[in-house]
């Protein structure tokens, strides 16, 4: 009798995984979703524009990584890459090809105002009002990112960029000259890109610009200190964007009308065994990774877990500063990629940030290398945690997208097969009613990935680095997207095909 009800439960089991697994919405048109959902792509201002050295731009941190071998990660620098700065006009018109509502792009910040502060650069002033009136010219609407991690060395160099309070005044000063600029045209505004992946990277870690970390704790930093500075940043950020914010609402919105959100890296979590141990890591995760930001933007202050682990190391909002930072949020853009399960690490020594979260993220078995797994059923937790913890706000995808080796097939049915998958659920998610506004492919073109070089891409267009023109080459991905924006029917060859292509699905997540 036992074994019978264990089997019945085990068929229950199975029955659930094949149901729920194979994912969500199969036939897939973008009529299905509101009209005024907005479908994109992304790039940013570093990893396509290149010239570098041209027209007065000055070095932002990641000119100084890349001119000093990356931190020895990988090859190549961002001097060329696409030369969207000069070919602009021809990347617009393949967009309004392929019928995006909106490109999301970044502005170099030191290629508008060189110094970090002080003096426009009429030349890099002059380049983005003829990207964005290009853009809207051809009916694509701009949505502009203000830093992709992309610090004008010169505020580095002068009082240590993010971990000084200075930075506040100047980013602030900085949005005044963006908004007052390019406002009359730009009406989704993103202050900083995947903050807490920055603070980590670039301040616990030292792997990623501008390479602070302890001595000897991971890299061989020239200075930086891991257990007080990723807070110390984050805090500023926190402020910056409130600052920014204000000034926008005071200032341009009752003009412009325009929004202007945030932007996070968000991961799938679960945990790797149902013990308690590893069920609270995984709560402590959340909280560490995504409550840092987005608890002080609705609740205005950071989460309990963190208070209580950081103590002192973990800067206090004063009153004022807490109501600077809450509301100061109008959507929150997301990028996702990858899902983690989470081990409990607790270590005695409390001398970082990775020690205070004191868990460990392992990519699950059968995780490839050279792509990353489709687990859409973890964006939808993402985003039901979210709208759970923290209520409905308005939400974009920002990026979202597959990596394949630079080289391999411009057939690449990896990455329409993810595509195809994570568009297919987020239409769930917002049948569901959670408040998903738009979704941007990352990326547009085959950009200087800053965590591969150029070893890796993400294009939905090939740019073949080998041929002085830089030939953009549509990838089966740009077709598929394109007939999908189209609400043209999908080539049936295509549908059979992505059926049978093998790309990991995990469903340990
Ligand atoms: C980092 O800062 C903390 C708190 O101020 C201090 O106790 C510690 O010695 C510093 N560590 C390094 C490596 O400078
Ligand atoms: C740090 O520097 C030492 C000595 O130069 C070297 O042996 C070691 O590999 C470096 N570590 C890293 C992570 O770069
Ligand atoms: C945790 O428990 C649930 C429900 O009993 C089960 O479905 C799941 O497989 C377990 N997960 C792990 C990682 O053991
Ligand atoms: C691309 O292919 C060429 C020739 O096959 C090779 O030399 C080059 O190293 C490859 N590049 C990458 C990033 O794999
Ligand atoms: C489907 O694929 C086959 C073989 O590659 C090709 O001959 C055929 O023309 C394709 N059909 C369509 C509708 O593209």
């Known amino acids: 009798m036992k074994d019978k009800v264990e089997l019945l439960l085990l068929c229950a089991e199975v029955l659930v995984a094949l ?62 890459t696409c030369d969207q700065y000069h070919k602009y006009k021809e990347d617009v018109q393949l967009m309004a090809n392929m019928g995006l509502d909106a490109y999301r792009l970044s502005i170099s910040w030191s290629r508008l105002i060189p110094d970090g502060r002080g003096e426009i650069n009429p030349k890099g002033l002059q380049y983005y009002n003829n990207l964005i009136n290009e853009l809207i010219s051809h009916g694509i609407q701009p949505h502009v990112t203000l830093h992709h991690w992309d610090l004008p060395q010169k505020l580095e160099d002068e009082y240590g960029g993010w971990v000084s309070r200075r930075i506040v005044k100047d980013f602030t000063e900085y949005a005044d000259v963006c908004f007052r600029e390019f406002g009359d045209r730009v009406k989704y505004w993103t202050t900083v890109n995947e903050a807490n992946v920055f603070a980590i990277f670039g301040y616990d870690l030292g792997m990623l610009p501008p390479q602070h970390c302890s001595p000897s704790l991971y890299f061989n930093c020239s200075k930086g200190n891991s257990s007080t500075e990723p807070y ?21 919105k009752g003009m412009q009308n325009g929004f202007v959100g945030f932007n996070i890296l968000t991961v799938g979590l679960a945990p790797q065994t149902n013990s308690s141990e590893d069920i609270t890591a995984t709560q402590r995760v959340q909280d560490f990774y995504h409550g840092w930001y987005l608890h002080p933007f609705i609740f205005g202050d950071y989460p309990e877990t963190m208070k209580k682990i950081v103590r002192s190391r973990l800067p206090s909002f004063t009153k004022k500063e807490s109501n600077l930072v809450k509301d100061s949020m109008d959507f929150l853009g997301i990028n996702f990629y990858y899902s983690f399960l989470v081990k409990n690490n607790v270590q005695m020594d409390h001398r970082d940030y990775m020690a205070d979260m004191a868990a460990d993220l392992i990519f699950p078995d059968g995780t490839p290398f050279e792509e990353v797994p489709i687990t859409p059923w973890s964006l939808q937790g993402v985003l039901d ?26 057939d690449d049915w990896p990455r329409v097969k993810y595509l195809q998958e994570y568009i297919g659920c987020m239409l769930d998610s917002v049948r569901s009613g959670l408040n998903v506004k738009g979704y941007f492919v990352w990326s547009f073109l085959d950009a200087f990935e800053l965590l591969s070089g150029y070893e890796f891409s993400y294009g939905l267009y090939f740019v073949d680095l080998k041929d002085p023109s830089l030939s953009r080459q549509p990838k089966l991905s740009a077709k598929w997207y394109s007939d999908f924006l189209k609400t043209r029917p999908m080539d049936p060859n295509v549908t059979m095909q992505i059926q049978k292509n093998n790309s990991p699905m995990l469903d340990s997540l």
């Open 385 to 410: 945690s979210f709208k759970n913890t923290y209520g409905n706000f308005p939400l974009y995808i920002h990026e979202n997208g597959q990596q394949t080796p630079r080289n391999s097939s411009l």
């Open 19 to 80: 149901l729920v697994l194979p994912s969500c919405v199969y036939t897939l048109s973008k009529d299905e979703f509101p009209t005024e959902f907005v479908f994109g792509a992304s790039t940013s201002a570093y990893q396509v524009e290149g010239a570098a050295n041209e027209d007065g731009r000055k070095p932002s941190i990641w000119d100084t990584f890349a001119h000093s071998d990356n931190g020895n990660l990988y090859d190549g620098d961002g001097d060329i």
């Open 232 to 252: 110390l940043v984050t805090h500023n950020i926190l402020l910056a964007h409130g600052s920014a914010s204000r000034l926008y609402r005071n200032k341009y």
